[in-house]
């Protein structure tokens, strides 16, 4: 088959892999019919992240047709299903609690060490991005193996077009999940960092938790515009004090809610990486990892913290005193996709969510590595590339 | 079982995560038959009923299916069962090992027999741990092949047994929790090199 594979920094190519087989009763097989770029994938084409392999096939927000299923996958052949960027057993103790992303078993036992060291406790495994999160090929194919297949993949109604449900892979679930750990109340003002596509979604999902403001606070004018279009009032960093604009616009209080969907947007997985950009903060202040500072010190007394936004290692220079004095709540976590996906999938069945609005591009497979470039050298316009292994390739 | 620790008032803590010099004798003490000077503890929670897991576990050819390193164990009588394990090098190593003691549903205890490859002794514990299922926790003490050195290129291949022992406990884990053994490979063919 063909795969976008990783060999190095910027360097993704379509190789010619052996296609995946069944190798646990669990699995299945699918032929992909619809795969996105993801903005953490930028990560992985910028070589911030380590235990990459040459050869690793990238991608995990995808879904297709089921063509195989092992003797306990409860799928059936032609069925369509968007697949959690999460690989979850279904069975352990988090799973249990509907805690997917924390699941025991969804790496493999040899690639738990890392993870075990880093953090404490092993995650769960995700498609396509790197070894520390188990090594699995990712979606950026035209097969892919899917373990706990019967747990895992939401089976998508007949006529429903996959544009319409394919970001309940990662990117929906993420920005809802976002805006719930908000505990947004009636009436409350919630301020978004970043409007990528996960801001832009937890930005919707706060207007229909009872939302009555939000605020999105980016540098993009298009995605300020992306913004704007849901309800939201809009800050540009680039033209306003975003502390002194958010106390304006809140009459001095600050936002009941704030939520950083920014993070570590360059920094990688692994602590010398992370101290490296620390440092290189220090003297440059960046405003990427300015955006969880700014959030606490913004937030209203008693308010609460969600961050979505992708973080690894260590963060210098944390407010911890004002997070204290303040008496501010933080919810935080990679997301549980299982747990969410039947909900969406209903809210967008009933167009209560729309998320097409954000593909900007759509590229046959054949042409990914253009894609990543292009995503990767114009994020304003560039909002969404989504990749279709049955396109031709552009000439 | 090992981790009583009423001689250490004011630490619980379970012998293998202890800083103190006399651990290993301590825990040689539960052992009931010392073999070899290297301590690996490991406790994992599975969320299984603890019948279940002990039966499995007590019919020592499972054994195979969950220990990368071991290629088989067999019967010889009720007690006792010939190992043959995967050692640095493409090589094997072989010993008969006996239960020294057993409590149904409770632990297991053996030791391999005068002439082991590499000797060993340990013991596996089965706690009941109610809605979460059961607590199983390993405890081996044993020889490492070639003193110091021979722990290093075992490190290296990764046959080293408190890796390894920690690996198979997750292994164990995922077979009784999810009916498989999870793996990234993504063809037969890469499946049968990493379980080589």
Known sequence: ?395 | MPGDTEIHPGDDAPLAASKRDTAIDEATESLIEPKGDALSGRAVTINRPLPELFAYWRDFTNLATFMDNVVSVSPIDPKRSHWVVKAPGGKTVEWDAAITEEQENRFIAWASEPGADVANSGRIDFRDAGARGTVVTATILYDPPAGTVGKLIAKMFQREPAIQSRRDLRRFKQLMETGEIATASRTRAELAEERD
């Open chain 1, 1 to 395: 088959m063909r795969a976008l594979a990783w060999h190095g920094k910027h360097d993704v190519r379509v190789d010619t892999v052996d296609d995946p087989e069944i190798l646990n009763p669990r699995d299945c097989i699918i032929k992909v019919t619809s795969t996105a770029i993801c903005g953490s994938d930028l990560h992985l084409y910028d070589g911030y992240i380590p235990t990459m392999q040459k050869g690793d096939i990238l991608g995990h927000e995808f879904m297709g047709e089921v063509v195989e299923t092992g003797p306990k996958s409860t799928l059936k052949k032609g069925q369509r299903v968007v697949v959690p960027f999460t690989i979850a057993c279904g069975s352990c103790y988090h799973c249990g609690k509907h805690q997917y992303s924390a699941c025991d078993n969804g790496l493999p036992a040899d690639n738990q060490d890392i993870a075990q060291e880093l953090y404490g406790q092993p995650m769960s495994g995700l498609f396509g991005y790197s070894h520390m999160t188990g090594g699995y090929a990712g979606g950026q194919a035209e097969y892919v193996r899917v373990p706990f297949s019967d747990v895992g993949p939401i089976v998508i109604p007949d006529g429903v077009e996959d544009e319409k449900v394919l970001f309940l892979s990662d990117i929906l679930p993420t920005g809802w999940q976002a805006a719930e750990n908000a505990d947004i109340e009636p009436g409350d003002t919630v301020a978004v960092w970043g409007c990528g596509p996960v801001g832009l979604f937890s930005i919707q999902s706060a207007f229909l938790m009872g939302a009555e403001r939000v605020i999105a606070i980016d540098h993009f004018p298009h995605r300020l515009e992306l913004a704007k279009k849901f309800g939201a009032e809009t800050i540009n960093f680039e033209q306003s004090a975003v502390y002194e604009a958010l106390m304006e616009m809140t009459g001095g209080i600050g936002p009941d809610a704030v939520i950083d969907s920014v993070g570590l947007e360059a920094h990688g997985f692994f602590v010398d990486n992370v101290i490296d950009q620390i440092k290189k903060s220090t003297f440059l202040g960046t405003d990427r990892i300015h955006s969880i500072r700014q959030a606490i010190i913004a937030c209203r007394k008693g308010g609460r913290v969600s961050m979505p936004a992708v973080y690894g290692g260590f963060v210098d220079k944390f407010p911890l005193g004002a997070f204290m004095e303040k008496g501010l709540t933080l919810k935080t976590g990679q997301t549980h996709v299982q747990h969410y996906m039947p909900a969406l999938l209903n809210a967008i069945m009933e167009d209560k969510i729309d998320t097409t609005f954000l593909i900007s591009h759509r590229m046959a497979l054949e042409d990914a590595p253009k894609g990543y470039k292009m995503f990767h050298d114009n994020q304003n316009e560039v909002t969404k590339v989504v990749l279709k292994p049955d396109f031709a390739a552009a000439v």
